[in-house]
């Protein structure tokens, strides 16, 4: 069949009608654990577009389903979520509010337009021009709206992955219409320094738990040198959160101040890793490289204490009340760019764009962590992923964010395409 034919056995779809279905989107307020409004409207989009599956599951994720042919090829789920982090209305500019989906000089704005439900209505909407389609050409297709992922990442996608048990994950999250074929994974840790409580006008000869963080802060700025991965770089070490909590200082509200020396100080660091790494590498490689600084702080102080190392964790409750604790820690994945999937990644996108995509790589962290949990858990099935979607990480979470129209359309047509090759009888 050619590229002609391809294009010619899949359902019409309006393009006015994917921009309006986003533009929709981006009129609910999905913060974490809030997106029970835009899932059930979701169902009902899908419903009308006519998948033979809609509907939430355990943790309040949108499942969808269309079956190609006889749908005993490869089971391909394209996936994005639909919770986003919060805007303040008065900090965006008046044309551009973050819950209108305003349309302006070629680019849709609100927020989620980039991360990411500009990239949800299209993956939607490509999965439902292929309802229907003739030709050689079997297996399923499900489209996975999940929630709860700016807080944890791959968490609610791998109680979907659980059930569906793909052969292909496809992230939509933004990647300027390359193929990414990896992604940085990340960890959040915390070091709690310890001090000696003592008034401050003779706290120079105790142990000072704010001055043991400066040095530890120093060790990552100028000691510590990543390993370069040949996809993914180096690994990110930085700090973003420093704190006397509540019962480490004398001060009236428990915390620092009033004269004196505060015996606990805790460090947040977020730490982007590589693939190999695990939850147990990570603590080792900030204990071995704080190890100068316990060493330093064991020959001046008898009374020293080894710093704290552990993993941060969140709580948060579903739109279905399933609760979630877990520790901040989302593993890096790895796709060889010589897979049989990224190659038919490259062809499909080609077919229906005329353009060979660029291969890339995320920065941040996506659900596609999940992949590898799964894999953890499921050594014995096959999946493979990749990342595909409309623009850029640096719009992610930003004031006035927004996607561009034309690559709205181009990465439709990217995954009609990628579907169309995997789904392609050999």
Not at 136 to 165: H, S
Request: overall charge negative; some cysteine.
């Amino acid at each position: 069949m050619t590229q002609a034919e391809d294009h010619h056995s899949l359902r019409q779809i309006s393009f006015e009608d994917i921009v309006s279905t986003i533009q929709d989107c981006i009129t609910y307020q999905t913060l974490s654990g809030q997106e029970e409004k835009l899932v059930k409207h979701l169902i009902k989009v899908a419903s009308r577009l006519g998948f033979s599956t809609a509907r939430g599951d355990r943790m309040g994720n949108l499942i969808t389903q269309i079956v190609v042919g006889t749908g005993e090829g490869p089971s391909i789920v394209l996936s994005g979520h639909l919770d986003t982090v919060n805007a303040n209305p008065s900090e965006w500019n008046p044309q551009t509010r973050p819950f209108s989906g305003s349309i302006i000089d070629g680019h849709l704005y609100g927020r989620g337009a980039a991360d990411m439900k500009g990239s949800f209505g299209v993956m939607l909407h490509a999965a439902a021009s292929l309802i229907g389609l003739q030709g050689p050409f079997n297996g399923k297709v499900y489209v996975v709206g999940t929630v709860v992922e700016e807080l944890f990442e791959g968490v609610c996608f791998l109680e979907a992955l659980k059930e569906i048990r793909p052969d292909y994950v496809i992230i939509g999250e933004a990647t300027k219409g390359k193929i990414n074929i990896g992604q940085r994974g990340r960890a959040e840790i915390v070091i709690t320094s310890f001090g000696q409580p003592q008034h401050a006008s003779t706290g120079r000869n105790v142990i000072n738990a704010i001055e043991q963080s400066a040095y530890i802060i120093d060790a990552f700025h100028v000691w510590y040198k990543s390993v370069a991965d040949d996809i993914l770089g180096k690994r990110n070490i930085v700090p973003t959160d420093i704190k006397i909590p509540i019962g480490g200082g004398g001060g009236l509200d428990g915390r620092g101040g009033n004269s004196t020396v505060p015996n606990k100080v805790e460090i947040t660091y977020d730490i982007r890793t590589l693939a190999e790494d695990t939850e147990e590498s990570i603590i080792l490689l900030v204990r071995e490289n704080i190890d100068l600084v316990v060493q330093n702080g064991r020959s001046k102080y008898p009374q020293f204490k080894i710093p704290n190392i552990q993993y941060s964790s969140e709580r948060a409750i579903t739109w279905t009340g399933e609760p979630i604790v877990a520790k901040k820690f989302a593993p890096a994945w790895k796709t060889s760019p010589d897979s049989e999937f990224v190659k038919k990644a490259i062809l499909g996108v080609e077919k229906m764009s005329g353009k060979t995509p660029e291969i890339g790589h995320y920065a941040f962290c996506t659900d596609g962590s999940a992949v590898v949990r799964y894999r953890e858990l499921f050594p014995e099935r096959r999946i493979e992923i990749i990342g595909y979607g409309p623009g850029a990480e640096e719009n992610a979470h930003t004031i006035n964010e927004s996607v561009s129209i034309e690559e709205l359309k181009q990465t439709f047509a990217g995954f009609q395409g990628i579907l169309l090759e995997l789904l392609r009888k050999q």
